[in-house]
T-cell receptor, first 115, second 113 residues
Framework: AQSVAQPEDQVNVAEGNPLTVKCTYSVSGNPYLFWYVQYPNRGLQFLLKYITGDNLVKGSYGFEAEFNKSQTSFHLKKPSALVSDSALYFCAVRPPGGATNKLIFGTGTLLAVQP | ETGVTQTPRHLVMGMTNKKSLKCEQH?????MYWYKQSAKKPLELMFVYSLEERVENNSVPSRFSPECPNSSHLFLHLHTLQPEDSALYLC????????????FGPGTRLTVT
């Protein structure tokens, strides 16, 4: 079955330190990959996506993600965390093909950045 | 804000009530979506509309009835819901149903008593 795994329910990091939020997927073919962020009482906001090309994708608010086909991973990274980055982060995969833009989401990782 | 609005933001309803959730997108997009978000579970895609035509119904019970009168508006009509239907219902839109990112509204927090 197609799935997305975010192995960490929560990631804690000190402000100014680098952060990584992990995502792995199980999808046949070459999927399209997305990261979204959700702040309290808000909808999801698009951060970045990988469709094809360079494995390192840069997105909003200084975030980037690296696509690793051999490890079927798409980890989210930021060189220096801010307290304002504290939020719930979702990885999502769009399997190739299909007529609809159907996304498969992970369960989310809560990022807590301590001042 | 993302250009996708949802009303109401909070809704409490009994199991015998009928209510509707409304979504409006101001982005000129052609595709709209309904998702259900429950705690500790992945977002569940419920319905997909493309150019006002339903293109995906993800095995959703008939007590949820979507309506898309035009490409800017999407409704979710609710009737005889169950307590387990309590969740955050998110609306999203995208340019079309290709590989475009989806833009989400703030959601409606639904509580079924």
């Amino acid at each position: 079955a197609q799935s997305v795994a975010q192995p960490e329910d929560q990631v804690n990091v000190a402000e100014g330190n680098p952060l990584t939020v992990k995502c792995t997927y199980s999808v046949s073919g070459n999927p399209y990959l997305f990261w979204y962020v959700q702040y309290p009482n808000r909808g999801l906001q698009f951060l970045l996506k990988y469709i094809t090309g360079d494995n390192l994708v840069k997105g909003s608010y200084g975030f980037e993600a690296e696509f690793n086909k051999s490890q079927t991973s798409f980890h989210l990274k930021k060189p220096s965390a801010l307290v304002s980055d504290s939020a719930l982060y979702f990885c999502a995969v769009r399997p190739p093909g299909g007529a609809t833009n159907k996304l498969i989401f992970g369960t989310g990782t809560l990022l807590a950045v301590q001042p | 804000e993302t250009g996708v609005t949802q009303t109401p933001r909070h809704l409490v309803m009994g199991m015998t009530n009928k209510k509707s959730l409304k979504c409006e997108q101001h982005l000129g997009h052609n595709a709209m979506y309904w998702y259900k978000q429950s705690a500790k579970k992945p977002l569940e895609l419920m319905f997909v509309y493309s150019l006002e035509e339903r293109v995906e119904n993800n095995s959703v019970p008939s007590r949820f009835s979507p309506e898309c009168p035009n490409s800017s508006h999407l409704f979710l009509h609710l009737h005889t819901l169950q307590p387990e239907d309590s969740a955050l219902y998110l609306c999203a839109s995208s340019q079309d149903t290709g590989t475009y990112e989806q833009y989400f509204g703030p959601g409606t927090r639904l509580t079924v008593t």
